[in-house]
């Protein structure tokens, strides 16, 4: 950290101040508060014997040196200094160096410099040597931390090592180094060993980890770390970054391990390992063109579920892989894509849904006006071409399926005393190189031609300003009232099985429908002028004047098409119906770190919530809370009460129209990433349909104003997996972490 002054010395004169001056012939001598200062530095002592014609300085008593290029300082005894070579000798030294601040995620950080002390110190002009000495960012008398060696070498921005260090916690030690390298700068990387973790697991045994990371050159750099589990085997990790041009770059991740197998009562033991891959990256190729891709690849899912270390990735069952190329100019937009998405149906090996896209164009036009007087127009169109593929246990498809698709759009707009109304009308014509033929996949052409018309009208909204009471902290209140209704009608969609389901582009279904919502807006207006969405409830409600979909419904089957994945997530169709449930969903932020949502759909047909989406997170200060439930309800495919009823007990696969959940999420805690003292906190899922606690993640953490020590116990109980596992790290405050719990894996 470079000093500022506000009269520095010109380069090559000196600054000679002292109580008492004597000179004889080259030589001054300086007592009492003497001082000789440079454009570089600063040196302070009681005594300062100075020789201008050798331009060397030997200070006694309180010696103070004061860099100003890096802001480093040092004191000491007595000191020895040339001031053209920029080399000296301190003898009884300690000093100070300012501290790198790297505010990343899950790094304490400080702006306590680092301490160091020591026998004596060579200065040889940017680089200190200090021999027998010790480091620290802690305050003495009693550090928390110290890294002790015979000798250190520093540059200040640059990096610093230590030779045969001995790194001890309250003065017990706690690892042996032979060789300890630390960057200093803000860019450099060094080639290197990582510091080594140890953990624990029920299903694994003790944990032995160590890693190396690799700076190749300026453009790419590898980590590799190897993991020995006791019970389990070996497991390799590593890390791949590259930035092969100024406007290209890749991650590649590779992790897996050859499993031993866990072990069962009877003494076999159950494979489980596999290979985990992911693989990101970005491109401009210059006229507009650029790619981006993230590709992404999992063996089996039963090796997903027994060894990543996060509970959200455990649990998700899809992988997916995209590559894109594309350019953007006025109104068109040219996609070139290669896609695929495997969805894992559970563990057991090759049951899986998989979809490819290679490759697919596509041409889109954005709206774009075509006339401007009183009636305006605008036209659009999506267009595209691929190669699809389908695969799965049941059934799969050609290796290549032709798809083409083209749907051209025309729209208008009409505004009269606020009501906003929007008509448009689209053809769509679809071509498929196969199709379903009496349930089985057959090499016949089908051409799907539908047609589109429909209509947005945004009514007038109702408004009024109030003032808030003094309690909300609002200074006035406004409330609103927005009416919409959307009305569409497709039609042409004359063979909707024959279809082979892709994506969303084969859930479209004959339809007339109408679409009415309403919504209720309280804006509050702080004394500041700020203006926050107090509370907000939109409820909307989809009418069907066609309950057969064109004949595409099936009656005691689970039935997915646009129409209704567009209303809500939730599956509603497995009968003949007017109208979807009622959505609705209530929004509220009482204060600015407090908010509150509810989704549900209430289904006026079955009388009750089908399904809902609570949750509520609030931080103050040093306190902060997260709860939320989640529970859809248990609907048979075919009706039916009592005994055969399948909603008594486990439902059977088929029998229901989408799998019941109840599930209650909670987290509490106290504390921030960097606040003093102890933090602590906890999280917790719980299944109430399967009664069963399947994660839970305690941690403790201890913050001192110069590192950390954190504890974290987590249970993971679903699936494949019923694991205990204890995870702790240390953190120096500006430098790093060390141990096995991983930042993404911190509660705070």
Request: glycine content about 8%; overall charge positive.
């Amino acid at each position: 950290m470079k000093v500022v002054r506000s009269n520095p010395v010109p380069a090559g004169e000196y600054r000679i101040e002292a109580i008492l001056q004597e000179r004889e012939g080259p030589v001054y001598r300086l007592r009492g508060n003497a001082s000789i200062e440079t454009a570089e530095l600063l040196i302070e002592a009681e005594e300062i014997d100075f020789n201008e014609e050798m331009n060397t300085a030997e200070a006694r008593g309180n010696v103070h040196l004061l860099s100003f290029r890096e802001g480093e300082e040092l004191w000491a005894g007595r000191a020895e200094y040339h001031f053209t070579s920029q080399t000296g000798n301190f003898y009884e030294v300690r000093g100070s160096a300012p501290a790198k601040i790297d505010p990343r995620p899950g790094i304490l950080t400080t702006g306590q410099p680092f301490l160091f002390s020591g026998d004596w110190a060579e200065k040889i002009k940017d680089r200190y040597l200090l021999y027998r000495g010790t480091l620290t960012n802690c305050t003495y008398p009693n550090p928390w931390w110290t890294l002790d060696s015979p000798q250190f070498d520093i540059i200040p921005g640059e990096r610093a090592i230590a030779r045969r260090a001995v790194f001890r916690m309250r003065k017990v030690p706690i690892f042996y180094a032979p060789l300890f390298y630390k960057s200093l700068s803000d860019s450099e990387r060094k080639s290197g060993f990582l510091t080594p973790n140890i953990g624990n697991s029920n299903r694994r045994g003790f944990m032995y980890g160590l890693g190396y990371y690799w700076a190749i050159n300026r453009s790419y750099d590898v980590l590799y770390r190897a993991q020995y589990f006791t019970q389990r085997g070996v497991a390799h990790n590593v890390d791949l970054r590259g930035k092969p041009t100024q406007n290209s770059d890749f991650n590649f991740i590779l992790y897996g391990i050859d499993d031993k197998g866990l072990k069962r009562q009877d003494g076999t033991r159950e494979k489980q390992g596999g290979l985990l891959m992911s693989a990101t990256g970005q491109a401009q190729w210059g006229k507009g063109f650029y790619s981006r891709g993230v590709v992404n690849y999992l063996s089996n899912f039963v090796f997903r579920q027994a060894f990543t270390e996060t509970f959200n990735e455990a649990v998700f069952s899809e992988v997916n892989s995209i590559f894109f190329t594309s350019k953007d100019w006025s109104h068109y937009h040219l996609n070139v894509v290669f896609a695929q998405q495997d969805n894992f149906q559970d563990i057991t090996p090759g049951n899986k849904i998989q979809i490819r896209k290679l490759p697919r164009v596509e041409f889109l036009s954005r709206d774009h006006q075509i006339t401007k007087r009183d009636f305006p127009l605008w036209v659009s169109w999506n267009s595209s071409f691929g190669l699809v593929r389908r695969n799965q246990p049941l059934f799969q498809t050609r290796r290549f399926v032709e798809r083409l698709d083209f749907e051209p759009r025309v729209m208008t707009a009409l505004r009269w005393k606020g009501i906003h109304l929007a008509p448009y009308l689209s053809f769509r014509e679809t071509y498929y190189g196969s199709s379903f033929d009496n349930g089985m996949i057959r090499g016949e052409n089908y051409n799907r031609f539908s047609r589109e018309i429909g209509l947005d009208l945004n009514l007038p909204s109702l408004s009024r300003i109030y003032n808030a009471p003094r309690w909300t902290g609002a200074r006035q209140w406004k409330h609103s009232i927005e009416p919409r209704a959307q009305f569409r009608h497709v039609a042409g969609v004359t063979d909707f099985h024959r279809m082979i389901r892709f994506d969303e582009m084969e859930l479209v279904a004959n339809t007339t429908e109408l679409d009415l919502t309403i919504a209720n807006r309280l804006l509050a207006k702080t004394r500041s002028g700020e203006v926050r969405d107090y509370l907000s409830w939109e409820v909307s409600q989809r009418r069907f004047f066609d309950p057969d979909f064109g004949g595409a419904l099936e009656a005691g089957r689970r039935n997915v098409f646009l129409s209704a994945t567009q209303m809500t997530a939730y599956t509603f169709l497995n009968e003949r119906r007017h109208y979807s449930p009622v959505v609705s969903v209530l929004r509220a932020q009482p204060r600015p770190a407090f908010g509150l949502e509810w989704r549900t759909d209430y289904d006026p047909l079955r009388g009750k919530l089908v399904n809902s989406s609570a949750s509520a997170d609030a931080r103050f200060t040093n306190y902060f809370f997260s709860v939320g439930h989640n529970k859809v309800s248990c609907i048979p495919l075919l009706g039916g009460e009592g005994p055969a009823n399948p909603c008594r007990g486990t439902p059977a696969p088929g029998t229901v129209l989408s799998p019941p959940s109840n599930q209650i999420r909670s987290m509490v805690g106290l504390g921030q990433e960097n606040r003093r003292g102890w933090n602590a906190g906890f999280f917790v899922l719980y299944d109430y349909q399967t009664r069963i606690l399947q994660f839970v993640n305690t941690q403790m953490t201890y913050n001192t104003n110069c590192c950390a020590y954190s504890f974290q116990f987590r249970r993971l109980n679903f699936g494949a997996r019923n694991e205990n596992q204890f995870r702790v790290a240390f953190v120096i405050a500006n430098i790093g972490s060390f141990g096995t719990l991983r930042r993404q894996e911190r509660l705070f």
